[in-house]
């Protein structure tokens, strides 16, 4: 079971860069700086429409607060990827990749034929290069809060057992699914408790994170109903 984070969850284009269209005139701009590290306009553009996508939510248009959210996801996802660089762990494989695009593919109808999935993602003004970055940061995310939190979590017996009595058992009955035993599905059950405490954890992490960093977004601003 995988946590999600700003849907995420999880990406942003780490590098992109300042143009200009015409002499003197900026196409992008700063709209935050994370600890010197700086969050652009089209950053954080791109970043609501690929949460819209995400959320299998219409392109184009979207709330003063999903666009708010999206930002502060991006400061976060931004701590986050800082805390990777100085944990030193090792970047997301090309493999690893191409397997989660895979499982993201099956959740569309037009995952299954290429040229319909690449005008799905031109719908959310996406490229699969783009899809690609996005993946791989949120699994180097999901590593980095793993290596730093799963540590601290303990998972006991009698957890998984009440799991199993009073959430799963209780759905099998009511999907008139066969029961289930315990031990088949204790492996199971406990991952699940210890995302569950992993995700409360990261909460809590965030926000240490965020009260001891210099986080400036003087220059963002929420406007709605943008197509991207």
Not at 23 to 51: H, K, M, P
Request: charged share 30%; net charge negative.
């Amino acid at each position: 079971m995988k946590f999600r984070w700003f849907h995420l969850g999880l990406a942003v284009v780490l590098f992109s860069r300042v143009t200009a269209a015409q002499a003197g005139e900026i196409i992008d701009r700063i709209v935050a700086v994370v600890n010197g590290q700086i969050i652009l306009q089209s950053q954080w553009d791109q970043n609501v429409c690929y949460e819209a996508f995400s959320e299998h939510r219409l392109p184009g248009k979207v709330t003063q607060e999903q666009r708010k959210a999206a930002l502060d996801r991006l400061i976060d996802q931004e701590l986050i990827r800082q805390q990777t660089r100085a944990a030193d762990l090792h970047p997301a494989t090309a493999i690893e990749v191409d397997r989660r695009i895979a499982d993201i593919r099956k959740q569309y109808p037009e995952g299954t034929d290429d040229a319909e999935w690449n005008a799905l993602l031109a719908k959310y003004g996406l490229k699969i290069g783009d899809l690609r970055e996005r993946v791989a940061t949120e699994l180097e995310e999901m590593r980095t809060v793993d290596a730093r939190l799963r540590p601290g979590v303990q998972v006991d017996s009698r957890s998984v057992e009440s799991y199993y009595r009073e959430k799963l058992l209780p759905e099998l009955r009511a999907q008139g699914a066969k029961e289930v035993p315990l031990a088949e599905v204790a492996p199971e059950i406990r991952e699940i408790l210890a995302q569950q405490r992993i995700n409360d954890l990261l909460i809590g992490w965030l926000h240490t994170l965020r009260t001891s960093s210099n986080i400036r977004a003087p220059f963002a601003t929420y406007s709605v109903g943008e197509e991207h």
